[in-house]
Structures are given as structure tokens and as C-alpha cells.
């Protein structure tokens, strides 16, 4: 995840300054997506689809455009990632996905 907002381009890079102000928790957090990377039962791509979903229901285009980065290196299609977007239509509303999907074409692309 480290190398993805390393990308960002004019602007603060959010990540550095979460690791610059609070290097514990940080780490801490670090720890948690190794472990829920370790997970068994779903693969990689799968669970980047799934954080796409999740960040699109909590209305977060840096994180789907993240998470969709993520999902193409891991093997998503386009379509993949497309779908776990407009998913959340009937489940978070048309906003989110109306907000969310421009991110998540911007993120296949590997636009910053």
C-alpha cells in the first residue's frame, strides 16, 4: 500500500504524514494489513475488490482509487472493478457510486 501513495503527485502525501505524526500507530496499522492479507479463504484480488466495495460505501474515492491500483496488480479487469463500485448502488446509493467511480478508472489507469 506504501508505494501507491508514494505516487501522489502535488499535494501532501496523506500516508507520510500519518507515519511522520504518529510513528507507533503507524506501524501498528502497518501490522493490521499484513495480518488481514495473511486471512485465508479469499485471494488477493478478491479482497481488493472487496476494499473497492467497502470504500465506495464509506464514500472514499482516494481509497478506491487505491484500492483499484491495488486490484489491477493483482489481476482485476477493468469490468472487475468497475462492478465492485457500481455494487454499492442499491446498497449506499447513487452519490457514492457517482462519486467513486471516476477514482476507480482513474486508479485501473494508474492515474494519481
Known amino acids: 500500500m506504501i508505494r501507491f501513495f508514494q505516487e501522489i503527485k502535488d499535494e501532501q502525501n496523506p500516508y507520510e504524514v500519518f507515519q511522520k505524526e ?15 492479507k495473511a486471512l485465508k479463504g479469499l485471494d488477493a484480488k478478491t479482497k481488493q475488490l472487496i476494499n473497492i466495495a467497502i470504500q465506495t460505501a464509506n464514500r472514499n474515492p482516494r481509497g478506491v482509487q487505491m484500492h483499484a491500483m491495488m486490484a489491477k496488480s493483482e489481476g482485476a479487469a477493468r469490468e472487475e472493478i468497475i462492478a465492485a463500485v457500481v455494487l454499492n448502488l442499491h446498497h449506499s446509493g447513487f452519490t457514492n457510486v457517482l462519486e467513486c467511480l471516476p477514482a476507480a478508472i482513474d486508479g485501473f489507469e494508474g492515474k494519481i
Open 22 to 36: 504518529c510513528p507507533e500507530v503507524a506501524a501498528r496499522f502497518n501490522d493490521l494489513i499484513e495480518a488481514q
